[in-house]
């Protein structure tokens, strides 16, 4: 299976800070990558599909790299509706894995 | 706007069965890959199973093969988990997602809002 690292586990920031969250998979999925936002008590919402694309309706201040085995997901300013967990799922080969995910609180 | 609703979680015994469903409006149903992901308490995403357009391809996680059975009624836009041999770590919310047409390709865009099914004696 592949095994897919989040870095970091958790951070904390400010509203405009720039944050940067790494996602590594075991071996090469292309970019066979999405990225997704979680709030509690809500189902996930995807932010980022194909590595890089940004999924419609989500703000332009959200950036999705990488391609083979390290992904990153940036957000240029922080805005007070960003404070939320966030999961990588690499779809390249079954079983799908996600990461542990990463929560960005104050 | 699509829209996906799932029914059927609740407390069962150790052992015992339930059954998921999902009902999806909004997209030509038959002509997509659907999946399950699911949450323990607390915890993270780990993803359950998928089904292709015309069910013919049906992987499942190691952790539930042979105890869960996917399937799905495309004349009723509906999707279904099927769920034997429950164990106290199935405890989760089970979401329902739809893919970008197949899930190898597309990935996983739009979830419903889950249902919790709760293992315990």
């Known amino acids: 299976d592949i095994q897919m690292t989040q870095s970091p586990s958790s951070l904390s920031a400010s509203v405009g800070d720039r944050v940067t969250i790494t996602c590594r998979a075991s071996?090469?999925?292309?970019?066979?990558l999405g990225w997704y936002q979680q709030k509690p008590g809500k189902a996930p919402k995807r932010l980022i599909y194909?590595?890089?694309s940004l999924q419609s309706g989500v703000p332009s201040r959200l950036s999705g790299s990488g391609s083979g085995t390290e992904f990153t997901l940036t957000i240029s300013s922080l805005q007070p509706e960003d404070f939320a967990t966030y999961y990588c799922?690499?779809?390249?080969?079954?079983?799908?894995?996600f990461g542990p995910g990463t929560k960005v609180d104050i | 706007e699509v829209q996906l609703l799932e029914s059927g979680g609740g407390l069962v015994q150790p052992g015992g069965s339930l059954r998921l469903s999902c009902a999806a409006a909004?997209?030509?149903?038959?002509?997509?890959?659907m999946t399950w992901v699911r949450q323990a308490p607390g915890k993270g995403l780990e993803w359950v199973s998928a089904i292709s357009d015309n069910g013919g391809n049906t992987p499942y996680a190691d952790s539930v093969k042979g105890r869960f059975a996917i399937s799905r009624d495309n004349s009723k836009n509906t999707l279904f988990l099927q769920m034997n041999s429950l164990r106290a770590e199935d405890t989760a919310v089970y979401y329902c997602?739809?893919?970008?047409?197949?899930?190898?390709?597309?990935?996983?865009?739009?979830w419903g809002q889950g249902t919790l099914v709760t293992v315990s004696s």
């Open positions: 909004g997209f030509t149903f038959s002509s997509y890959s």
């Open positions: 071996q090469d999925i292309r970019n066979d």
């Open positions: 799922l690499q779809h390249n080969t079954y079983p799908f894995t």
């Open positions: 997602a739809r893919c970008s047409v197949t899930c190898s390709k597309g990935g996983v865009d739009y």
């Open positions: 194909g590595a890089s």
